[in-house]
């Protein structure tokens, strides 16, 4: 093509010299390049971009779309500029070896850009998968952007040295402990999300609990060196991601996906107020719709075994009787059971834990219907407000260390 054209000039008597061969050459790449520019960039692309807009497909953001196809037109272009090169440009000439040096440079830059892209247009789609909500893809596609940039940075680095990559790939032995202290926390931050993602230890959406870091919420995002985490008070919190292997902590994902939330508090009795209920208490006791059947039922089970004693009972310690605690820890029993926001299928006990000089601890063990904090904490307050009011029905005091009201009606008298 060349050829025939600068013969055509030349038969309309035009003297083609070699430095106006040169211009009319870089003349005509030039005038390529800008309107292959113009018809992709102002035609093709806005079209098609359009025509996907119209489409209302939700898979994948316009914005991750535009870019990869726009770098994708980039690669084009310069392939299209260097096969323009090798066609108009004498062969070993400097302008020749420039403009392919150039173009060369261009498509490994924007290929490696529209790599990045492709793999923001994945991540976005694994968000709509299970798979992507489970494993850390963030963190590890951000491992193949690292290893792709340093790739491409040592062929555009060969490409400018006019040597072969492998010289510079044998030449990365001698820096191997530069570069593992250099790209320390990149490294460690891909295998903590290799292992993360393994043993499906952390996922985004999760709530994380690590004290050490301050970190009390919701896991948004898993990255090659960080892990961000909303806060429960509205702040974030960044952990190194290779801490997570390193240190422990706590997984509340477990919780919310059961659909119960564990209560596990105590109230701290008075040990001197324990006693055995008199008869007149019973029967006031009896009263409680909750506590009835299980009056009735211990009541027969103690008059059998004590009739067995015979004259024996008059003496208090041989015989077996109801105690104001152990009728407490019933009444709190079927209480939890009755309650319209506790889970039966779970784990539920009211239960002594060992003595203490703070008193005897009577501690509820199970667990609410729902996992939502706010709704939690009020199910929680509620029995708890319940046990504090309902104390003094069954003749028992809480333990509380004297406070400066004590003190005053002490001096009062």
């Not at 173009?103 to 994945?122: G, H, P, T, V």
């Not at 489970?134 to 596609?141: A, K, M, N, T």
């Not at 790739?151 to 530069?178: E, N, Y």
Request: aromatic share 8%; with cysteine.
């Amino acid at each position: 093509m060349k050829e025939m054209f600068f013969n055509w000039l030349s038969g309309l008597g035009v003297d083609v010299t070699p430095m106006m061969a040169l211009v009319i050459a870089l003349g005509f790449i030039v005038l390529t390049a800008m309107v292959l520019h113009l018809v992709l960039h102002r035609i093709l692309l806005v079209r098609l971009v359009g025509l996907l807009g119209k489409t209302k497909q939700m898979w994948l953001p316009p914005q991750l779309q535009q870019r990869l196809f726009y770098r994708l037109a980039f690669v084009f272009q310069g392939a299209v500029l260097l096969g323009q090169a090798e066609i108009w440009l004498p062969k070993a000439s400097e302008s020749l070896a420039l403009i392919e040096l150039l173009a060369q440079l261009w498509i490994l830059l924007f290929l490696l850009l529209a790599l990045f892209a492709l793999l923001d247009c994945l991540l976005s789609l694994s968000r709509h998968t299970r798979l992507g909500r489970d494993l850390p893809l963030r963190g590890i596609f951000q491992g193949v952007k690292l290893v792709a940039s340093i790739l491409v940075g040592i062929l555009m680095i060969a490409l400018l040295l006019g040597k072969s990559p492998l010289f510079l790939f044998s030449g990365l032995g001698a820096m191997t402990a530069v570069l593992m202290l250099v790209f320390k926390d990149p490294i460690l931050g891909l295998v903590a999300g290799i292992q993360l993602s393994a043993n499906r230890m952390l996922s985004v959406g999760d709530w994380l609990q690590m004290d050490k870091y301050g970190a009390d919420g919701e896991v948004t995002d898993i990255g090659l060196t960080t892990v961000k985490v909303s806060n429960w008070d509205k702040t974030i919190t960044t952990i190194p991601t290779y801490a997570l292997i390193s240190d422990s902590f706590k997984n509340w994902q477990g919780m919310t996906e059961s659909g119960g939330r564990r209560i596990k508090r105590s109230v701290n009795i008075d040990m001197t107020s324990v006693r055995f209920l008199t008869s007149q208490e019973q029967l006031q006791l009896k009263q409680a719709r909750l506590l009835a059947p299980y009056l009735s039922r211990k009541e027969q089970e103690l008059s059998s075994y004590n009739q067995q004693l015979s004259d024996a009972i008059s003496c208090p310690i041989n015989g077996r009787h109801l105690t104001n605690l152990g009728t407490l820890r019933a009444y709190l029993d079927a209480y939890l059971r009755a309650h319209a926001g506790i889970r039966k299928d779970m784990t539920l006990m009211v239960r002594q834990l060992a003595p203490t000089t703070d008193g005897l601890p009577l501690e509820i063990y199970c667990f609410t219907a729902t996992t939502a904090w706010a709704e939690y904490e009020g199910i929680q307050a509620d029995i708890f407000d319940h046990i504090f009011a309902i104390i003094e029905q069954f003749h028992l005091r809480l333990h509380q260390s004297p406070t400066g009201y004590d003190m005053h009606s002490w001096k009062n008298g």
